[in-house]
């Protein structure tokens, strides 16, 4: 089965060796987003539900550039930088994920770019 690796502009760059998303015939397997703002590769925001919320809009570009949406969501994983920002999170997240796809969520010692979440998502198309 082909793989076609997925890549827009209106999400960050993958900061590694590693494509946005890969979509395997009819699904999406994205890479965890991080809360960059794709237009100027910084990170602004500082709250959980800022970044969050970027984490959002870029996932939401990584799924449609795939041909997929928020609503085609089978499985998350989230990552947390603190399990005490987990209903701020929840709160950001379930605005997003309304079909309530299965999900992880765990906290983690360290986020790349000392960020407070990162995102992945399993969808299909």
Avoid: H, W
Avoid at 53 to 72: D, I, P, R, T
């Amino acid at each position: 089965m082909e793989l076609i690796k997925i890549a827009t502009e209106n999400a960050p760059a993958a900061i590694g060796p590693y494509s946005q998303a890969v979509v395997c015939g009819e699904m999406v397997f994205t890479s965890g987003q991080i809360p960059i703002n794709p237009a100027n590769g910084n990170i602004e925001a500082t709250t959980i539900e800022a970044q969050a919320e970027q984490v959002m809009q870029n996932l939401g570009e990584v799924l449609k550039a795939a041909g997929s949406s928020f609503e085609k969501a089978v499985k998350t994983t989230c990552f947390l930088a603190d399990m005490a920002d987990f209903a701020a999170f929840n709160a950001v997240y379930a605005k997003y994920f309304t079909t309530k796809p299965a999900r992880s969520c765990v906290a983690v010692k360290t986020l790349p770019k000392n960020v407070l979440v990162e995102v992945e998502v399993i969808a299909t198309k």
